[in-house]
C-alpha cells in the first residue's frame, strides 16, 4: 500500500517495505506566480517643478483594486480628476505617510500651476522607467 504525504515541499510516498520515494511539489499555480512576480514595494518618483525645484515621493505601482477605488471616488470618472484621486491617495514620503488628503484636493486645483500638478500626477500612473527600490523608513507612531 501507499500512503501519500507532504514533507518540506515535496511529495512522498511510502512503501510497504519503508522505501521512501520523492517527487517534487507540484507546480505553484497561476495565482501564486503572478503574486511572486508582482513587485509592489514603493519607489522613489522625482518631478521637476516649473520653477526648477525637485519635488520627491514614494509611490507603489498600481493595482486593479486601487484604480477601481480611484474611479469610485468623486471625479474619478474623468481623466484629470482619476489621476488627481490617485495622486492624494498614493504619493507618500519616506516614512509611509500619506503627502494629500483627500480634504486637500481643492486646493492643489486652485492654488498650484497645472503643469506641476499634471507632471505628479503623470508621475503617479506611470511606472518610472528606472525603478530605483528605496527602502523607507520605519514609520514611528
Do not use: C, H, W
Request: glycine fraction near 6%.
Amino acid at each position: 500500500m501507499f500512503a501519500p504525504g507532504l514533507r518540506r515541499g515535496l511529495f512522498y510516498v511510502y512503501s510497504d517495505n519503508k522505501q521512501t520515494i520523492f517527487m517534487p511539489a507540484p507546480a505553484p499555480s497561476a495565482l501564486a506566480r503572478l503574486k511572486k512576480a508582482a513587485n509592489l514595494t514603493p519607489t522613489k518618483r522625482v518631478v521637476t517643478l516649473t520653477d526648477g525645484s525637485k519635488f520627491e515621493f514614494y509611490s507603489s505601482p498600481l493595482t486593479m483594486a486601487e484604480r477601481e477605488r480611484a474611479e469610485k471616488m468623486p471625479n474619478g470618472d474623468n481623466t484629470n480628476g482619476f489621476a488627481l484621486n490617485l495622486l492624494v491617495t498614493k504619493a507618500v514620503d519616506d516614512t509611509g505617510k500619506r503627502l494629500f488628503q483627500a480634504g486637500e484636493i481643492a486646493e492643489l486645483k486652485n492654488d498650484v500651476l497645472d503643469a506641476d500638478l499634471q507632471s505628479l500626477m503623470l508621475a503617479i500612473i506611470t511606472n518610472p522607467e528606472e525603478e530605483e527600490v528605496t527602502d523607507m523608513k520605519s514609520s514611528k507612531g
